[in-house]
């Protein structure tokens, strides 16, 4: 305070004019609103089956990788009994397989009576035609990973972090077991915390999909200005959800921001202005369209946040474009899901394992009727039993009389 005083009395007592540089004289001038969005449930959109399997389809194929991978085709319930936690399992393993009696097949083993597990004819089709689109799109699914990367800081991307992302980019499971192929454009390097990261090779351009479908209707050119222009998110809004007249206001404008691809150096931007944030939806938009459900469980997503330039609370945006993005609160967990990608004449390419999901999604539901009918034929031979006895009581009740 002291010095603020003699500060004021200096300039006052002075005969030339003066500038008042003074911190409280200034203002902080930007065009970021801190709007509120209040969720809204949608049916629609939590009931999709490949996106609310997910979850448990990832460590069923996991235990069909592992029990195709046995050379008698079989193992025994012990041999992943232990492997709950790393197969994202969530509950008993034994159990969990039981569960599902349309892919894994109960038997008695050849040794002290340990239930034994194999694959049904159904799931081992249907496994041999996973194997065959893996080998068949490869250029196609390794593809998405390069986008990953070539959307990160440097070109490269925590090995751990990619393994994290695995089931979502569809890329195999023992993809990283050997090493990377240097065939495909990766190679393995030492990161600067000790851990080790992928990176390309070559550095070559691509286009994310707002980009390619803004060439396909002609609003947005392949020139040097032509990534810094007005590229509108396409807006699907759920049913029964109204947005106040000052935040439609605020929607229209930010389309009118101008487009920051995601494989752009964004380091330049002011992080309180809607082109920064215009451009954490792209990426997040990119993002979800590289996966196979266009969809990820949003705490998944946050070891990205240094990778790809992000800030802190990045993910607030999916809260904040309800239009855009959807969170499902199913399972018991907090799923973003990319709503472009499942309305119709939606631009982006369905990713090729997509397809063999939902035949696994199908099979799983299989199940649910053979446990069903299980139930029903226990249940006639218990009453069968209860009609039995109470007609011996009944003979005995005439004899007495």
Same mark, same amino acid.
């Given at each position: 305070?002291?010095?603020? @005083?003699?500060?004021?009395?200096?300039?006052?007592?002075?005969?030339?004019?003066?500038? %008042?540089?003074?911190?409280?004289?200034?203002?902080?001038?930007?065009?970021?609103?801190?709007?509120?969005?209040?969720?809204?449930?949608?049916?629609?959109?939590?009931?999709?089956?490949?996106?609310?399997?997910? *979850?448990?389809?990832?460590?069923?194929?996991?235990?069909?990788?592992?029990?195709?991978?046995?050379?008698?085709?079989?193992? *025994?319930?012990?041999?992943?009994?232990?492997?709950? !936690?790393?197969?994202?399992?969530?509950?008993?393993?034994?159990?969990? $397989?039981?569960?599902?009696?349309?892919?894994?097949?109960?038997?008695?083993?050849?040794?002290?009576?340990?239930?034994?597990?194999? +694959?049904? *004819?159904?799931?081992?089709?249907?496994?041999?035609?996973?194997?065959?689109?893996?080998?068949?799109?490869?250029?196609?699914?390794?593809?998405?990973?390069? #986008?990953?990367? %070539?959307? &990160?800081?440097?070109?490269?991307?925590?090995?751990?972090?990619?393994?994290?992302?695995?089931?979502?980019?569809?890329?195999?499971?023992?993809?990283?077991?050997?090493?990377?192929?240097?065939?495909?454009?990766?190679? $393995?390097?030492?990161?600067?915390?000790?851990?080790?990261?992928?990176?390309?090779?070559?550095?070559?351009?691509?286009?994310? =999909?707002?980009?390619?479908?803004?060439?396909?209707?002609?609003?947005?050119?392949?020139?040097?200005?032509?990534?810094?222009?007005?590229?509108?998110?396409?807006?699907?809004?759920?049913?029964?959800? @109204?947005?106040?007249?000052?935040?439609?206001?605020?929607?229209?404008?930010?389309?009118?921001?101008?487009?920051?691809?995601?494989?752009?150096?964004?380091?330049? $931007?002011?992080?309180?202005?809607?082109?920064?944030?215009?451009?954490? =939806?792209?990426?997040?938009?990119?993002?979800?369209?590289?996966?196979?459900?266009? &969809?990820?469980?949003?705490?998944? +997503?946050?070891?990205?946040?240094?990778?790809?330039?992000?800030?802190?609370?990045?993910?607030?945006?999916?809260?904040?474009?309800?239009?855009?993005?959807? $969170?499902?609160?199913q399972n018991k967990t907090c799923t973003a899901i990319l709503k472009e990608a499942y309305n119709h004449n939606f631009?982006?390419?369905?990713?090729?394992? !997509?397809?063999?999901? #939902?035949?696994?999604?199908?099979?799983?539901?299989?199940?649910?009727?053979?446990?069903?009918?299980?139930?029903?034929?226990?249940?006639?031979?218990?009453?069968?039993?209860?009609?039995?006895?109470?007609? +011996?009581? &009944?003979?005995?009740?005439?004899?007495?009389?």
């Open positions: 305070m002291a010095l603020l @005083r003699n500060t004021l009395k200096s300039l006052l007592s002075s005969s030339e004019p003066a500038v %008042l540089n003074l911190p409280c004289l200034h203002t902080c001038k930007c065009s970021y609103v801190n709007v509120y969005m209040k969720w809204k449930k949608d049916s629609y959109y939590d009931s999709i089956p490949h996106i609310l399997n997910s *979850p448990f389809l990832k460590p069923i194929t996991s235990l069909i990788n592992i029990i195709s991978q046995d050379p008698n085709g079989c193992i *025994p319930v012990s041999v992943v009994t232990k492997r709950g !936690l790393e197969l994202d399992i969530p509950m008993k393993v034994a159990r969990f $397989l039981r569960l599902y009696p349309s892919i894994f097949e109960e038997f008695v083993g050849p040794q002290y009576n340990h239930p034994w597990f194999r +694959l049904t *004819p159904q799931a081992l089709e249907l496994h041999e035609e996973e194997l065959a689109v893996y080998q068949d799109q490869r250029e196609d699914i390794w593809m998405r990973l390069k #986008k990953l990367i %070539l959307m &990160s800081r440097g070109r490269v991307l925590p090995l751990r972090a990619i393994r994290g992302l695995q089931w979502y980019l569809g890329l195999p499971e023992s993809s990283f077991d050997k090493g990377v192929d240097s065939d495909s454009g990766f190679e $393995l390097v030492e990161m600067e915390d000790g851990e080790k990261g992928i990176r390309l090779v070559s550095d070559e351009r691509v286009f994310s =999909v707002m980009e390619v479908n803004a060439m396909m209707k002609g609003t947005w050119g392949d020139d040097e200005e032509g990534s810094t222009k007005a590229i509108e998110f396409p807006l699907y809004p759920s049913k029964g959800l @109204r947005l106040k007249k000052k935040i439609e206001d605020w929607v229209g404008e930010f389309q009118k921001t101008p487009y920051v691809s995601p494989y752009e150096d964004s380091s330049h $931007l002011d992080p309180c202005s809607d082109v920064s944030e215009k451009r954490v =939806v792209g990426v997040l938009h990119e993002l979800l369209s590289l996966f196979v459900e266009h &969809s990820a469980e949003r705490k998944k +997503l946050l070891c990205l946040r240094n990778c790809l330039g992000l800030p802190q609370k990045f993910y607030k945006a999916f809260e904040r474009h309800p239009h855009i993005f959807y $969170l499902s609160l631009g982006m390419e369905a990713h090729p394992l !997509l397809k063999v999901r #939902k035949k696994y999604v199908k099979l799983m539901k299989e199940s649910e009727v053979i446990l069903k009918n299980r139930r029903m034929k226990h249940r006639g031979v218990h009453d069968e039993d209860v009609c039995l006895n109470l007609n +011996l009581d &009944s003979t005995e009740g005439d004899t007495k009389i």
